[in-house]
């Protein structure tokens, strides 16, 4: 069973940066796109970003395209959100998740069945 532990969240100021780490078990990581979502009290999760298997493809947000770039590490098993110029309305938990397709960027929750624990990401402005 994979499992996904996210790390790197804390607290900054607006137009900060912030680099997301998300580690996998197992040995099948190359073979399944991964995505990152955010939530807050109350709103459902929302698709952030997402990466392919082979990280030739990306899909983002548009509320953070241009700020935000995801990556990944199949050597390590690791995927990474760099986010950028943050700002107040970035403040949420950041989930990673792996996706059940291994080409196909998919933005609803649904489409992904392993999640890790979240790590908040808090913006003052």
């Known amino acids: 069973q994979v499992q996904l532990v996210e790390s790197g969240g804390g607290t900054v100021q607006a137009g900060d940066s912030l680099k997301l780490s998300c580690a996998a078990s197992?040995?099948?990581?190359?073979?399944?796109?991964m995505g990152w979502f955010r939530q807050t009290p109350g709103k459902e999760r929302e698709f952030v970003a997402g990466?392919?298997?082979?990280?030739?493809?990306?899909k983002y947000a548009d509320s953070v395209k241009g700020r935000f770039t995801i990556s990944r590490d199949n050597a390590k098993n690791t995927v990474y959100l760099q986010m950028n110029s943050l700002k107040p309305e970035d403040t949420a938990n950041f989930y990673c998740?792996?996706?059940?397709?291994?080409?196909?960027?998919?933005?609803?929750?649904?489409?992904?069945?392993?999640w890790g624990q979240g790590t908040p990401v808090t913006v003052s402005s």
């Open positions: 197992g040995r099948t990581f190359s073979r399944f796109a």
């Open positions: 990466i392919s298997g082979s990280g030739t493809s990306t």
């Open positions: 998740a792996q996706s059940i397709y291994g080409a196909v960027l998919a933005v609803l929750p649904s489409t992904y069945n392993v």
